[in-house]
C-alpha cells in the first residue's frame, strides 16, 4: 500500500479498511486478509496494558510494539502513533517521529490540530508522512471531560472542519475522524482530497477503522455504540476479518446504528 493508491481509493470511492495491531501474529493475519491499513495504535494501553485510558503509554512501548508488528506486515500501511507527551514540540516530534520510522513504521500519527502546527511542519519537511486525528482525542480525555462525541455543536464543528482543512494544508495524508456525527464527517471526507478514516464517524469517511480487539469481541471495558463483534457471526477470526474488510467496502458498516 502506498500513499499514492489510498488517494486512488478516495478518487474512485473505494472504501479503506484499518485494523489495529500490537503484535506480529495478528499483524500477518490481517496482512494476508487483505486489511489496507495496519495501525499500532496507543489503544494498546487499553486492550493489551489494561488501563482506562492511554496516558502511561510510552515511546518504548510503541517501538517495541511497532517493532513486533512491522514483522508481520508485507503489504498493508503500517501506521504508529505516536504517544500522550511524545509531540510536546516540534524537536521533540521529530526524533521521536524518526524512532518510529527507523523501526518498521510508514507513517505515524497523533491527535490535536493547529496546537500541532509547528509539529506537522517538521515532518513534512523531513518527508515523514503523517496521518491527523480529529474528533475525540483519546490522550486529552482528561480535558475533554471523558469519551464523549466531538463536534456536536456548530462551534465546535467548524472548528474540526478548520483543523482538518489546516492539516491538509500542512501536508497530512491521511486523517482519522473519530467520534463525530456522520454529517460532519461526511462534510469534511467531501471537502478534503486526503482520505478520512472513520471510526464512530458514519460510513460517508473514507475509509474506516477499528481497534481489532473490539471487533473481535475481546473487551474488558464499555463498548461504544460505533463498534460492531464481527466475530459472532463469522465464527472464526479469519472470517471476522474478512466480514470486515467486505462489509466495509461495500459501505454496510458502520450503518446508522454504529454512528452519531
Ligand atoms: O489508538 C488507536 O487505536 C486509535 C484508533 C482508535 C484510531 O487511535
Redesign the pocket.
Known sequence: MTLDKLKTFKQRGEKIT?L?AYDASFAKLFDECGVDMI?V?????NVIQGDKN?LNVSMEDMLYHTKIVAKGVQKALLIA?MPYQSYTNSEQTLENAQRLMRIGAQMV?F?GGSEHKASFEILQANNIPVCG?LGLQ?QSVIEMGGYKVQGRDDASAEKILADALLLESLGVSVL?L?CVPAQLAAKISQQLSIPT?G?GAGVDCDGQ???SYDMLGVNTQTVPKFVKNFLIDAGDVKSAIDAYIDEVKSQQFPTDQHSY
Open positions: 484499518c489495529t495501525l495504535g496507543d489503544s494498546l494501553g492511554t502513533d500519527k491527535e486525528h483519546p482519522v473519530e478514516i471510526i477503522v477499528l481497534v
